[in-house]
């Protein structure tokens, strides 16, 4: 294993440190326990709070800041964040009403989360995210995986809350945003969790991991490595197949692409995967409006990457368009 | 080797095509010769033109747009782009003040933008960057590389060119910015380049490459694995050398200090090194008064980083603040 890390143990605490000093513009880092907040608070809105392993960076701390995040809650490297963690959090960011939680559905983070959650002497609601189409049930997860269409949950989620919107709406955007927005990623190599060592999963030089999850989990299957555009079309084909089993009409649609690097893919790839599956929804009659194309939750080192399609309509439009000032992502402002 | 391709001969074409597509709102992709330009051509200005191998992305496509390039000609990947592209940019781009080119110091970069120059029918000069002090000579080049300081001249460059300044001020500004700009980077892994389909280098699973250019040249020396702090270091003392060499005072000196990912570095890790090249920078009297993290000039998936510091003055920091809308680089805007 070759990292630039020094000790394991200080891997987080160093990385943290080194963020908020680069951004100390945007974010306070609080540590013990540890969570970061935007610079200035936010007065009477939701706070909404994020949080998970750490290792998908920029998610979830690139994404605090006005219009985003209010807090985001790393725990080790793909390991979820303990209670008081998102409680101290909240004590933090709380601004006269209510607490919205954005959670990955993945067993540790909810559990944690839930904890969290039934000791908060706020108001306080939870959106899970499922967007992950690759596979029901996981290593870690009971239910569909939450991947990068966390992304334009808190995306759009940030925006309603900014605009002094109250808990309940917050919650019913996040939850309807995640309905309308599906993922599938392929890996072509493993990512090393610092604390093992050593590749959490073995992968050929011939082959891919269809569906695999954003901690190296298992997807659908194990394929013979193929050209792009035969993975995008398999990838496409899953999306449209969840999106039709949930009876959502895909003819003039319009929507957001996101294609998302896990780590290890050129900028040049992940372009190159945007125009093939640009082409290919479009040929499904839907019309790509809305462009991400980046590493925007990755799997520490991994080679591959995510498509994630979602639908939008005139309210994710205009949560998705509004200006936001974080470090990760940044417009209008 | 593994990638997100189809035919090796039109990974160029599909990844410009992605990338003209997810960011029509900001440039316009024209082939055959290949160059890029902002969709909004600007009037009365000094046309600013960069390009070079592809491959290292978002350079330099990915900074066209307002207050940096008006224009990119992008090579076949780590190949020289061919006069005929910056000729054609040239004759788009063209407003009135003269053509600036901004080139990476290497050999066959140099010469295509020389006969291009030779040829153009308007005012011209052209910036030669070589930032990175890690080795004088090398596989493509006579005397210094260029590499990621080239993002804080384009930077700079651009935005005095947006402010209506004569081409010579903008030549100026360039060369001052690069004078005061060190570079140095680390490999832990080599890339491939698809055309050769096996990796550029040998590097086992103990060793890092000091020193290492942006096509996976040889650096300084092979070097065994060790603590990152160890490895930063080592990049920080050749930096300071290198303006002690230029007789650079440093002490009370207000610096920008970017550290650029080659690819396959996860977020956590450039984070990891910025702690700790900021914690040696200060102890040598410099305030590290602004911060670039992430992937700017990339070498395809390559794992490894580079320091980069640039010393500030009032003259670069204005333009450095001064809003930028490009798809890699924004703010202000």
């Known amino acids: 294993m070759k990292k630039f890390i020094n000790k394991t143990d200080d891997?987080?605490?160093?990385?943290?440190?080194?963020?908020?000093?680069a951004h100390a513009d945007l974010v306070s880092l609080h540590l013990e326990p540890n969570f970061l907040t935007r610079k200035t608070k936010?007065?009477?809105?939701?706070?909404?709070?994020?949080?998970?392993?750490?290792?998908?960076?920029?998610?979830?701390a690139g994404y605090i800041g006005n219009g985003m995040l209010d807090a985001a809650c790393p725990g080790h490297v793909f390991t979820s964040p303990t209670p008081d963690q998102m409680l101290a959090a909240a004590e933090s960011v709380y601004a006269d009403k209510g607490i919205l939680f954005i959670v990955k559905n993945y067993a540790g983070?909810?559990?944690?989360?839930?904890?969290?959650?039934?000791?908060l002497p706020f108001e306080h609601a939870t959106v899970l995210t499922s967007d992950d189409c690759a596979v029901i049930n996981s290593t870690y997860t009971t239910g569909r995986?939450?991947?990068?269409?966390?992304?334009?949950?808190?995306?759009?989620?940030?925006?309603?809350?900014e605009s002094g919107a109250d808990l309940q709406s917050c919650k019913t955007l996040g939850d309807k945003v995640n309905q309308r927005t599906a993922s599938i990623g392929v890996a072509l190599?493993?990512?090393?969790?610092?604390?093992?060592g050593r590749p959490t999963f073995d992968i050929s030089e011939t082959e891919l991991?269809?569906?695999?999850?954003?901690?190296?989990?298992?997807?659908?299957?194990?394929?013979?490595?193929?050209?792009?555009?035969?993975?995008?079309?398999?990838?496409?084909?899953?999306?449209?197949a969840d999106f039709k089993a949930k009876d959502l009409s895909l003819n003039q649609q319009e929507a957001l692409l996101l294609v998302n690097g896990f780590g290890?893919?050129?900028?040049?790839?992940?372009?190159?995967?945007?125009?093939?599956?640009?082409?290919?929804?479009?040929?499904?009659g839907i019309t790509i409006s809305r462009a991400l194309v980046g590493n925007y939750v990755t799997a520490l080192e991994m080679a591959g990457a995510s498509i994630t399609l979602c639908l939008l309509d005139d309210e994710i439009k205009r949560h998705w368009?509004?200006?936001?000032?974080?470090?990760?992502?940044?417009?209008?402002?």
Chains 1, 2 share one sequence.
């Open 209 to 240: 991991e269809m569906g695999v999850g954003i901690h190296g989990e298992p997807g659908r299957k194990r394929e013979s490595m193929r050209e792009a555009d035969e993975i995008v079309i398999e990838m496409a084909e899953a999306i449209l």
């Open 11 to 21: 891997i987080l605490k160093e990385s943290l440190s080194g963020f908020a000093t």
């Open 321 to 333: 368009d509004s200006p936001v000032h974080t470090s990760a992502l940044r417009w209008g402002v």
């Open 189 to 196: 190599t493993s990512c090393t969790v610092p604390a093992a």
């Open 109 to 119: 983070d909810v559990m944690n989360f839930e904890m969290a959650a039934e000791m």
């Open 264 to 284: 290890a893919t050129p900028q040049m790839e992940l372009y190159l995967i945007y125009h093939a599956a640009t082409k290919l929804f479009t040929a499904h």
């Open 145 to 161: 995986r939450g991947v990068a269409g966390t992304v334009i949950v808190e995306k759009c989620v940030g925006s309603l809350a």
């Open 42 to 60: 936010a007065q009477n809105k939701v706070a909404i709070i994020s949080g998970g392993g750490s290792g998908h960076e920029p998610l979830h």
